[in-house]
């Protein structure tokens, strides 16, 4: 039987909101910046930070230039990643793939 979860204090919920909304505005952010070009997959791949590391593979997909919805679902069911693996669970093998698919047009 699951551990109800433990009771915040008025503060402890307002840290939490506070967090979790920096949380999605650095994650938009990020997305926007690689929508429009100015990050690449690689590039966020190789951050370190939470921020990459907690987006959902689907999204990441969704947010390069001329992928859309029924692309990126395709791109991950080919490569076996579920819609909603988080970039730090990809394997070496999928990270490796979606660079393939993905590189920088030179």
Do not use: N, W, Y
């Not at 009771?7 to 979790?20: C, D, I, S, V």
């Not at 076996?80 to 590189?103: D, H, K, V, Y």
């Amino acid at each position: 039987m699951p551990t109800p979860l433990p009771a915040l204090t008025a503060e402890q919920r307002a840290e939490a909101l506070a967090k979790a909304g920096r949380a999605r505005k650095e994650r938009s952010e990020m997305l926007a910046a690689l929508k429009a070009g100015r990050l690449s997959l690689l590039d966020v791949l190789d951050r370190g930070d939470d921020t990459a590391r907690q987006t959902r593979a689907l999204h990441l997909l969704q947010s390069l230039p001329g992928v859309g919805t029924v692309k990126a679902r395709r791109h991950l069911v080919d490569l076996g990643i579920s819609e909603t693996r988080r970039i730090q669970g990809l394997g070496a093998r999928q990270r490796a793939r979606l660079i393939e698919l993905f590189a920088p047009q030179a």
